[in-house]
């Protein structure tokens, strides 16, 4: 597995990571500590360190960060962890007042997340939604304090514009804190439109960017089909309207394309992902231990030139 540091810090993570919202969903292989334990343990022997989460993940809130930190039991140094807070908690965290960006609610979300993991520090601490009643600047200030604290070592944003990723950074240059090392957003071969400015504004700013629904939703793992309903039991059963709408002429295309490599379709929307600056590590989330596994080994294909060029004639770029 290669190692990346993420953006321009010292945070070094596996350029497949695993996305941790399934530890606990219901109906998966998963939803058990036992799963759970199977995942991660799979996970960490096929080289992934970089483990993503979020105080809301799981069912109830929460959930997936305290199985994350039973499965890591025993591995802590082992692991990445990034976690996330600033969604609605519904009162897990304690009350918020609505105002999930302040210096208040920070410092008690960190400590909630820290019991659930059963972990003394958050290798990179993620505000996960704006909180447009707080300025950005008191949540990059009770980052800085929790860095200095020795509560977690980086921190990072999700789902910011370009525009706002600069203004952070300017920020915290501005008022002497720490900037954001990273930028967790949606990107993939089929939504391509962090290219306008998220990732301008990350290599502008040295943030490494973690692109999550690489596999836009499942359409990306080559098991759904036009005018074929899915398995029962699969993640698209029942979205109709999803798999109604969905770019079907590209994703044929993208399927002939990976057929004619002999490799899965996964691996090439994986493998693109981690050909484009300034990704860091591509979130690729699993219910199972083979499951994890071939996401990691998709980090083996390595796209020539001509094979981005195709791509980017399949899917042109800053195209939904």
């Not at 953006?7 to 219901?26: A, F, I, K, Q, T």
């Not at 809301?56 to 807070?85: C, M, N, W």
Request: overall charge negative; aromatic content about 6%.
């Amino acid at each position: 597995m290669e190692l990346r540091h993420l953006g321009e810090s010292g945070l070094v993570v596996s350029v497949v990571g695993l996305g941790c919202n399934n530890l606990g969903r219901p109906g998966t292989a998963a939803e058990s500590l036992a799963g759970s334990r199977a995942l991660i343990g799979a996970a960490i022997d096929a080289g992934i360190n970089l483990f993503d989460v979020a105080d809301v993940y799981g069912a109830p809130r929460g959930r997936s960060e305290e199985l994350l930190g039973q499965a890591l039991s025993g591995r802590r140094d082992h692991a990445v962890i990034a976690t996330k807070f600033g969604v609605d908690m519904q009162g897990a965290n304690g009350p918020d007042f609505g105002a999930r960006g302040s210096r208040r609610y920070v410092k008690r979300a960190v400590e909630a997340s820290l019991r659930r993991l059963g972990t003394d520090w958050i290798d990179l601490y993620q505000l996960h939604r704006t909180d447009p009643d707080t300025p950005i600047e008191e949540t990059l200030g009770a980052l800085d304090d929790l860095v200095r604290e020795g509560l977690i070592r980086y921190g990072g944003v999700c789902n910011l514009a370009g525009w706002q990723i600069a203004d952070a950074v300017w920020l915290s240059r501005t008022r002497h804190v720490l900037a954001p090392i990273a930028a967790e957003n949606h990107y993939s071969l089929l939504e391509r439109e962090a290219e306008r400015d998220v990732i301008p504004a990350c290599e502008r700013f040295g943030l490494g960017l973690l692109p999550y629904f690489p596999l836009a939703n499942g359409l990306l793992t080559g098991k759904y089909h036009r005018d074929t309903e899915p398995p029962a039991n699969a993640r698209l059963a029942g979205r109709t309207r999803l798999l109604a709408d969905a770019p079907w002429d590209r994703i044929e295309k993208l399927r002939a394309f990976a057929d004619e490599r002999g490799v899965p379709m996964a691996t090439v929307a994986i493998g693109w992902l981690a050909a484009q600056r300034p990704v860091g590590s591509v979130i690729a989330g699993a219910t199972t231990p083979e499951q994890a596994t071939a996401n990691a080994g998709a980090a083996q294909w390595h796209p020539t030139p001509d094979d981005l060029r195709l791509l980017d004639e399949i899917c042109p770029p800053g195209r939904r």
